[in-house]
């Protein structure tokens, strides 16, 4: 292997500029083991999955004397092109760093006062089991709350829940994409929904912000139809680096459904919508048309902010580029609390414009059980297999959050993810019964769920709290017991599934022995855990080379194949998108509902919330002295993740609140001053960041600071924490809102 140019294949977006550009050099600076004084013939380079984010992005791992020292793309996967971002970069600073936790804990002191005695596997997990069939024989299964982010862990993790008979069993994404995946299911049936941008010629983002919020390869293909001359127009509240690349529209938030409404009214106005798609796969059309029939430029101009030309302007430019045009759908999608509404208005005025299955559209995923229909795909369809399972117990009562309950709301919520926030609720209230054991994995409750204050005030009252991470979080400190995870560089994990436009099977396997060796990888904690508690028949498998090799029968792979190209996909299969030959093609195989149509009007939604087809909701705006407060990820950071990252941290180790100049002359605020933000009860102080790239009525800051563990030592106590001033109500599928809070802003 010849050694490598470090200055290559880093994606990094940062203030206004994205570029492919060098990588840390001060990882050699910080190594023990100096670049130079290391010889060429012990490095190896083993292939695996970046979990700096939880994107998996297919990473090429250096190592040498039995070190990583580098990581980059996998080069062979033409989607991500051999490049990572900022944060994949960071991985060996997260590796090595001293701070993590190496021994699993048991607390000794009271509940947040952070005194623990480290204890062996075997007493962490006779305490947890001791407790859980506690917490189970007074007050039932359904006690006990299960919280992770989504990912290859649930399946570990959650068995341990259902197997003794919880309905309350939740992932992160109420606070993250839930209302784009309500809005899709409703509408397609189907939620496995992408967008092809690397062909599309005009991308509308509604605060999609590519080059902050990275996927890297949506990023490459938002970049790649950059190059090919494509449009942009963004509309967020802030200037973010997406927004530098293109037209920005600064709109008032939560307006965003009047600029959608008013674009389906110009185009229809303007008969400028694809009549034939909209007559083949369509139902409810004349719904929306009616809907919409009162939404004009001159209406959602005094709604958004946005002057009607622009609007009609655009709504002009976006159905001539069909059907090679994306409104975009977003990702965190939680803006306002009828989210979900605005989510199926925009995949409706896609459908105006039939982009759908189409080069430069929207399509359906293509896992292999999606391929077997299609006979001239079906030799491609090399579907992973499921390890065996016992069925699990029917709970006994339903849950907590009234998720599957027909007739209301709670019917169209996926009862994979549930409504996170619901369990701080039902902690506190006991309604609609107690939750007395949470359990919580590659997750930070305190930092992630709208209302800290709360989220604290519930950890106080349970009976158990156990975490699972690689740090001690906040979470972790107020646990009673707190597992040390290893790091994704240490371990493997089941084989995942990351089909495109073609199927594609990603391993992670571990680059390096266990750093610290008393931790271990997620799914021998369950395991191990599920033993002790007599529930081994729901963990059918030796490890995890074991797991794999049964998940990989069906698909002719085994794990040597796997483990030495670390990607795969069919090989000679081209992108597959249903109408690419046919515009009349079938879809049925694409939608999942019963009717087999796009559902503009959604009975379901009709009967759950008396809005078959999305209809307009105001939402208040700040009155004159107070602010709408908005959040937002940084190219550099994770979410609740990475601020204790000693060489991220060291890059940016605090946020601050953004304001706009007018705003802050007029409170004779200055930039840099010291601040405290108030949103009534609650308060959080930070630095002001005066800008011309935020609307004069609103405020900003990057989301993950302001931690409260000092084990934390790097982050603790800097900088604003965002949901700790925004209150944990949630919108109408119990998503997370965070654009809806107004504050004040003072001198320190
Ligand atoms: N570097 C980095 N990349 C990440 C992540 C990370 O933490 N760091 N996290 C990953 C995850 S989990 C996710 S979900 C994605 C998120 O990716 P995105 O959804 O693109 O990112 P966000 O930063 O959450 O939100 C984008 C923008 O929404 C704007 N905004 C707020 N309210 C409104 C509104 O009402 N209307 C409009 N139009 N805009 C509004 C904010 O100003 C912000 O700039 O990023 C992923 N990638
Ligand atoms: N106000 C406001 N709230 C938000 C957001 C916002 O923009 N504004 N963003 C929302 C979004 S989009 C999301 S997705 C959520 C994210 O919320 P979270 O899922 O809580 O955030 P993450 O940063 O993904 O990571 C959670 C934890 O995983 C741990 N971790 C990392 N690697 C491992 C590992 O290998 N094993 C284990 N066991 N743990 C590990 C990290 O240390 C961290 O504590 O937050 C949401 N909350
Ligand atoms: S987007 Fe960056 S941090 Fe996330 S998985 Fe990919 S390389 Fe890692
Ligand atoms: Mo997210």
Redesign the pocket.
């Known amino acids: 292997m010849k050694r490598r140019n470090f200055l290559k294949g880093v994606l990094y977006g940062t203030g206004g500029t994205m570029a492919v550009m060098g990588g840390f050099g001060t990882f050699n600076r910080r190594d023990p083991l100096k670049a130079e004084a290391i010889s060429e013939d012990v490095e190896t380079t083993v292939f695996s999955s970046c979990?700096m984010?939880?994107n998996q992005c297919p990473i090429s791992v250096k190592v040498r004397d039995g070190k990583v020292f580098k990581i980059d793309g996998h080069p062979n996967d033409e989607a991500f092109g051999g490049v990572i971002c900022a944060r994949g970069n960071a991985g060996p600073s997260l590796l090595y760093d001293p701070q993590r936790i190496k021994k699993p804990m048991i607390r000794t002191g009271e509940r947040g006062e952070g005194k623990f005695k480290e204890v062996s596997w075997d007493e962490a997990y006779t305490y947890i089991a001791d407790n859980l069939y506690k917490v189970k024989d007074e007050y039932g299964g359904e006690a006990i709350a299960l919280a992770s982010?989504k990912g290859p862990h649930d399946w570990f993790f959650r068995s341990i829940g259902k197997a003794l008979g919880s309905p309350n069993v939740f992932s992160?994404e109420a606070?993250?994409p839930m209302a784009r995946t309500v809005a899709l299911d409703t509408t397609f049936g189907n939620e496995a929904f992408a967008a092809d941008y690397g062909n599309a010629k005009y991308i509308i983002s509604i605060g999609r912000n590519w080059f902050e919020g990275i996927h890297v390869a949506q990023a490459r293909a938002v970049s790649k139809a950059l190059s090919n001359g494509a449009k942009l127009v963004v509309l967020d509240p802030r200037f973010s680096v997406t927004a530098s690349k293109g037209e920005w529209l600064p709109i008032k938030a939560t307006t965003d459904m009047a600029f959608v409404m008013a674009m389906a009214n110009v185009m229809i106005q303007e008969k400028l919508y694809d009549e034939s798609f909209i007559s083949q796969y369509t139902e409810g059309f004349d719904k929306w048309a009616e809907e919409v029939k009162d939404k004009t430029p001159d209406w959602a101009e005094k709604e958004t902010g946005i002057p009607k030309e622009k609007i009609i302007r655009i709504s002009r430019e976006f159905a001539a580029a069909k059907p090679k045009a994306i409104l975009d759908f977003g990702w965190?999608t939680g803006y306002a609390t009828n989210d979900y509404q605005l989510r199926r208005a925009i995949m409706i005025v896609n459908m105006m414009i039939g982009n759908l299955e189409v080069p430069g559209g929207y399509y359906r995923t293509k896992p292999a059980s999606f391929l077997k229909d299609f006979p001239d795909q079906a030799a491609y369809a090399k579907g992973l297999g499921n390890v065996k399972q016992p069925s699990f117990p029917t709970p006994t009562k339903g849950r907590i959050d009234g998720t599957g309950v027909k007739g209301t709301l709670g019917q169209i919520i996926p009862a994979y993810d549930g409504a996170v926030g619901q369990i701080v609720e039902s902690i506190i209230t006991e309604k609609p019964y107690p939750i007395k054991a949470w359990l919580v994995?590659?997750?930070?409750?305190y930092?992630?769920?709208?209302g800290s204050p709360r989220v604290l005030e519930a950890f106080e009252k349970l009976d158990l709290l156990v975490t699972?991470?690689?740090?001690m979080?906040d979470t972790a400190y107020y646990s009673d017991v707190v597992l040390p995870?290893c790091?994704?560089l240490e371990r493997y994990e089941p084989v995942f599934d990351m089909s495109g436009l073609t199927p594609k099977y990603v391993i992670r396997q571990p680059a390096v022995p266990l750093v610290y060796p008393d931790t271990k990888p997620?799914w021998q904690i369950y395991k191990e855990l599920g033993e002790k508690m007599g529930l081994g028949d729901y963990f059918q498998f030796k490890d995890m080379e074991d797991f794999i090799t049964q998940q990989l029968t069906s698909t002719g792979l085994t794990l040597a194949n796997m483990k030495e190209i670390g990607v795969w996909t069919p090989p000679g299969m081209k992108a597959f998108y249903v109408r690419a030959n046919d515009a009349q093609a079938s879809l049925d195989n694409v939608l999942g509902n019963k009717s087999k149509k796009i559902e503009i009007f959604s009975q379901e939604v009709e009967e759950a919330a008396k809005q078959g087809v999305p209809k307009y909701v105001s939402h208040p705006q700040p009155e004159e002295g107070k602010f709408r407060f908005v959040?937002?990820?940084v190219a550099v950071h994770?979410?609740?993740?990475?601020a204790n990252i000693p060489i991220l941290n060291e890059l940016m180790s605090t946020n601050s609140l953004w304001m706009n100049t007018v705003s802050c002359t007029k409170l004779g605020l200055n930039d840099g001053d010291d601040i405290v933000i108030s949103s009534g009860k609650y308060e959080q102080k930070g630095k002001l960041k005066m800008t011309e790239g935020i609307r004069p009525d609103t405020v900003f800051c990057y989301?993950?600071f302001g931690r409260i563990s000092p084990e934390l030592k790097r982050a603790f106590g800097k900088g604003i924490n965002?949901?700790y001033l925004?209150p944990n109500e949630v919108g109408e599928i119990g998503n997370?809102v965070?654009s809806t809070t107004f504050v004040t802003i003072r001198k320190a």
């Open positions: 979990e984010c939880r982010r992160h606070t993250c965190r994995h590659r997750f930070n409750p930092i992630s769920i709208t699972c991470d690689v740090y979080t995870e790091t994704y997620y959040q937002g990820k994770t979410n609740a993740g990475t989301h993950g965002d949901n925004i997370t965070t």
